[in-house]
Antibody, heavy 118, light 107 residues
Framework: HLVESGGGLVKPGGSLRLSCAASGFTFNTAWMVWVRQPPGKGLEWVGRIKSKSDGGTTDFAAPVRGRFSISRDDSKNTVYLQMNSLKTEDTAVYYC???????????WGQGTLVTVSS | EIVLTQSPGTLSLSPGERATLFCRASQTLSDYLAWYQQKPGQAPRLLIYGALSRVTGIPDRFSGSGSGTDFTLTINRLEPEDSAVYYCQQYGSSLRTFGQGTKLEIK
């Protein structure tokens, strides 16, 4: 249902773009989020993009605001996380999910690992 | 930003016992509170939404309660497979946040 890709090793100050391919639900009306999990630590909400019909706006957690952006391509059922000015503390597994709280959620993907290190 | 504080940090119980996990919010949430289960090496799985509604397919051993700022996840008749980290998440504000997690160990 959700498959993340694009992770890898990047130097501090570098950039990376993650992708999340969705299937099994009506993507163009879905609000989509990115959540990350540093190694051995808890979950951290990163940001969200609303559906285009709801304005397509984005919100971000304070630690990434101004460095990360989220976009979507409804023709490809894909959401993207553009990460700039990366810091070592951005090292984490990044998950995408649907911003949905109801009886039949879409299972999360397995995530993609981003390692920021020199 | 709404801060969620979970307690206890770790819970160690035996099969058949009951686990009670707590989540306290820094601001009132009404009932916009969810619970997730995450097992080692796996992605999180939504268990409870709206503070007390179970996701389809989740056993009725799992129940949620609370409203406002104080919430509880109760797991009855613990089974070895319930060993996991449990997170609460609020969706009462545009900026969603997670609690730090409670690790449940089944002895």
């Amino acid at each position: 249902h959700l498959v993340e890709s694009g992770g890898g090793l990047v130097k501090p100050g570098g950039s990376l773009r993650l992708s999340c391919a969705a299937s099994g639900f009506t993507f163009n009306t879905a609000w989509m989020v990115w959540v990350r999990q540093p190694p051995g630590k808890g979950l951290e909400w990163v940001g969200r993009i609303k559906s285009k019909s709801d304005g397509g706006t984005t919100d971000f957690a304070a630690p990434v605001r101004g460095r990360f952006s989220i976009s979507r391509d409804d023709s490809k059922n894909t959401v993207y996380l553009q990460m700039n000015s990366l810091k070592t503390e951005d090292t984490a597994v990044y998950y995408c999910s649907r911003d949905y709280f109801g009886a039949t959620p879409v299972p999360w993907g397995q995530g993609t690992l981003v390692t920021v290190s020199s | 930003e709404i801060v969620l504080t979970q307690s206890p940090g770790t819970l160690s119980l035996s099969p058949g016992e009951r686990a009670t996990l707590f989540c306290r919010a820094s601001q009132t949430l009404s009932d916009y509170l969810a619970w997730y289960q995450q097992k080692p090496g796996q992605a999180p799985r939504l268990l409870i939404y709206g503070a007390l509604s179970r996701v389809t397919g989740i056993p009725d051993r799992f129940s949620g309660s609370g409203s406002g700022t104080d919430f509880t996840l109760t797991i009855n008749r613990l089974e070895p497979e319930d060993s996991a980290v449990y997170y609460c998440q609020q969706y009462g504000s545009s900026l969603r946040t997670f609690g730090q997690g409670t690790k449940l160990e089944i002895k």
